[in-house]
C-alpha cells in the first residue's frame, strides 16, 4: 500500500469512527454492549470497579453522508446502513453536537437510533456555550438538544470545543452550574468537556470543576 493509499484508507476508518478516550469515574451506567451482537467485533473497555463498558472507537456524526455535494440534506439511507453496521459490530458509541449538518445530525441521530432500545447505546452530545447569549441560553439550547436527539437523557455531555475564549463564555453563562443540575436530575449520566487548546488551560479547566471524563484532540499521524 503506498502513502496515497494509506492516507486515503486512514482518513476514510477516522471518518465513520473517530476514537474517543474516556476516562470514567466509578459508578458509571450499565454495560451497554449492541443488542445485535453484544459487541463481539469491536474492542470494548471495562473501567475498574465500573460496569461501564465504551467501545474503543466511536462514530463521529459530524460529516454524515449527503443526498448530494450541493445539498446540505442527510442521507438518511445511507446513514441508517451505517449505524446498522456499527451497531452490529458492537460499535455503540455516538458522538453529535449541537451545530453538526445545521443541526440536522442531531435531528437524524434521534430519527434511526429510534430503532433500537435506549440502554444498547450511548448517545453523546456537547454544549456550544458561544451560540448562547446568557444562561438562560444554555438552558433553551440543552432542551432543543433533547428533543432533536429524541431523548430524555444524554449518556455523556460536554462543554464543547473549549479553548480560552469559549471557556471564559463558560464561567460567564454558568453552563457548568446548569449541566451540572442536569446531572443530579438524570438528564445527563456523564459530564465532561472536549477541548482545543494548550496544556496549561487544560489543567486549569480540570481543577475548576469536578469531571467525570475529557475529549481532547488527539490526531493519529502526530
Known amino acids: 500500500m503506498n502513502r496515497r493509499e494509506f492516507l486515503k484508507s486512514a482518513l476514510t476508518v477516522a471518518a465513520f469512527a473517530p476514537v474517543t478516550r474516556i476516562a470514567a469515574r466509578e459508578g458509571a451506567d450499565g454495560n451497554k454492549t449492541s443488542d445485535v451482537t453484544q459487541g463481539a467485533q469491536v474492542t470494548r473497555r ?10 474503543l472507537l466511536g462514530f463521529g456524526c459530524m460529516r454524515l453522508p449527503l443526498l448530494a455535494p450541493d445539498k446540505p440534506e442527510i442521507d438518511r439511507v445511507t446513514a441508517k446502513k451505517m449505524i446498522d453496521l456499527a451497531m452490529k459490530a458492537g460499535c ?92 443530579k436530575e438524570g438528564k445527563i449520566r456523564k459530564l465532561g468537556f472536549s477541548f482545543h487548546d494548550t496544556p496549561e488551560l487544560l489543567q486549569k479547566i480540570v481543577n475548576a470543576h469536578e469531571w467525570d471524563f475529557a475529549q481532547i484532540q488527539l490526531n493519529y499521524l502526530d
Open 46 to 55: 471495562r473501567y475498574k470497579n465500573s460496569a461501564l463498558t465504551v467501545p
Open 92 to 183: 455503540n458509541y455516538f458522538d453529535t453536537a449541537y451545530m453538526y449538518h445545521d443541526g440536522q445530525s442531531e435531528c437524524c441521530l434521534g430519527e434511526l437510533l429510534q430503532a433500537y432500545s435506549r440502554d444498547s447505546y450511548y448517545l453523546t452530545d456537547k454544549m456550544p456555550v458561544w451560540f448562547a447569549k446568557d444562561p438562560a441560553g444554555i438552558e433553551r439550547i440543552f432542551n432543543e438538544q433533547l428533543k432533536r436527539c429524541r431523548t430524555s437523557y444524554f449518556d455523556f455531555y460536554m462543554l464543547h470545543s473549549l479553548d480560552v475564549v469559549n471557556w471564559d463564555l463558560a464561567q460567564k453563562r454558568n453552563a457548568y452550574e446548569f449541566l451540572s443540575r442536569m446531572k
